[in-house]
C-alpha cells in the first residue's frame, strides 16, 4: 500500500532534496508550498505541490489540508527576519498541524527543527535568532506530548556541500551537515518505526544514515 505523505514547506531547500527520495521509495508526496510559481519546482522531483498558506489556516482547515495522509512532514519556516511571522509560522502553524494531524488520523509526524532547540537553546533576547529557537522549542515541546509517531531530526548547521551519506548522531556540539544528508535522514526515518519517540540530533559523520538513525 502507497504511503501517503504531506510535506509542509515544499519548496525549501531540504525538502526539494527529499521530495524524489520519498518519490522513489514508492510514497505519493504532496508537498504544500505558498509561492504558485514554485508549482513546477515540486513537480520536477515527482512531488505534487499543492498551494496554501499554512499560516493564515485555521484548525479546521488545517485539518482538511492534513486529511488522507499518512505521514505528516514539516519542513517549512518562516526564514528569519520578522519575529511575529516566525512565531505565526514556525511555533503557532505547526503547532496546528499537529493538531490536525491527531484529529485527521495522520499519525506518523517528522519534524525538522535543528541542532539546539529545546527550552535551554541559550540565545539571548536581542539576538535575531531567538524568536525563531523560541518558536522552536514551543514546537517541539507539543510535539512530544502529542498523541502522535513522532521523530524530532534536528540537524546542525546546514550546508550546500555534496551529501555523503554518513552522519554522526552522538555528538554533543553541533558542527555541520550537507542538506542532501538532512533530506536522506528525512527519507530514512520515514521508513524506520525505531526512529518514532525519538529527537535525533546529527552532524556530518562516518556512519551509514541508516545504520546512524536506527538507534
Known amino acids: 500500500m502507497t504511503t501517503r505523505i504531506l510535506l509542509i514547506g515544499g519548496h525549501g531547500k531540504v525538502a526539494l532534496l527529499t ?3 520519498l ?10 508550498i505558498r509561492n504558485p510559481d514554485h508549482e513546477a519546482d515540486v513537480e520536477a522531483t515527482g512531488a505534487t505541490p499543492l498551494v496554501a ?6 484548525a479546521e482547515q488545517m485539518r482538511n489540508l492534513v486529511s488522507g495522509n499518512d ?4 519542513s517549512a519556516g518562516a526564514g528569519g527576519g520578522d519575529p511575529e511571522r516566525t512565531y505565526a509560522v514556525d511555533r503557532d502553524a505547526a ?3 499537529m493538531d490536525a494531524a491527531v484529529a485527521a488520523g495522520a499519525r506518523r509526524y517528522l519534524m525538522v527543527s535543528y541542532f539546539g532547540a529545546g527550552p535551554d537553546h541559550g540565545v539571548p533576547e536581542d539576538n535575531a535568532f531567538f524568536a525563531y ?7 517541539d515541546e507539543h510535539l512530544r506530548s502529542a498523541d502522535l509517531d513522532w521523530t524530532i ?10 551529501g555523503t551519506g554518513m552522519i554522526d548522531t ?10 542532501a544528508d538532512v533530506a536522506a535522514v528525512i527519507a530514512a526515518a520515514v521508513a524506520d518505526d525505531a526512529t518514532i519517540g525519538r529527537t535525533i540530533r546529527f552532524n556530518s559523520g562516518e556512519t551509514p544514515v541508516a545504520e546512524a538513525i536506527s538507534g
Do not use: M, N, Y
Open 19 to 21: 521530495e524524489p527520495l
Open 23 to 32: 518519490v522513489e521509495a514508492g510514497h505519493h508526496v504532496t508537498a504544500v
Open 53 to 58: 498558506d499554512v499560516q493564515s489556516f485555521d
Open 71 to 74: 505521514v505528516v512532514i514539516w
Open 95 to 97: 503547532i496546528r498541524s
Open 133 to 139: 529557537a523560541e518558536a522552536k522549542a514551543a514546537a
Open 153 to 162: 531530526l534536528a540537524p546542525s548547521a546546514l550546508t550546500l556541500d555534496d
Open 170 to 179: 552522538t555528538a554533543e556540539e553541533a558542527d555541520s551537515v550537507p542538506r
